[in-house]
Nanobody, 114 residues
Framework: QVQLVESGGGLVQPGGSLRLSCAAS????????MAWYRQAPGKQRERVAT???????DYVDSVKGRFTISRDNAKNTMYLQMNSLSPEDTALYYC????????WGKGTLVTVSS
């Protein structure tokens, strides 16, 4: 089973930027349709960005133009560049396959606050 470790979260002011990383174990990563998810306090987990194994991307409307998902298959790593952050982006961020059928990692907390 693939293990996922998210990192890069932190406290940032509104309008700031963060870059999240997702390190995956095993060889399945490079052929898997991947995604970033987030779960805000009191809300359900939502999928915010996806990327195919060959790099085609898609985003939920609320992050389009601000977030960029990317991957480095040679490093078994996926990234989420987040710009123009707002308090509404505050959440625990997770990575997983697009189906969400791998074991979930602990996530990385992003807090946007002045």
């Amino acid at each position: 089973q693939v293990q996922l470790v998210e990192s890069g979260g932190g406290l940032v002011q509104p309008g700031g930027s963060l870059r999240l990383s997702c390190a995956a174990s095993g060889s399945s990563f490079r052929t898997t349709y991947m995604a970033w998810y987030r779960q805000a306090p009191g809300k359900q987990r939502e999928r915010v960005a996806t990327i195919t194994s060959f790099g085609l991307t898609d985003y939920v409307d609320s992050v389009k133009g601000r977030f960029t998902i990317s991957r480095d298959n040679a490093k078994n790593t996926m990234y989420l560049q987040m710009n123009s952050l707002s308090p509404e982006d505050t959440a625990l961020y997770y990575c997983n396959s697009r189906l969400g059928n791998w074991n979930w990692g602990k996530g990385t907390l992003v807090t946007v606050s002045s």
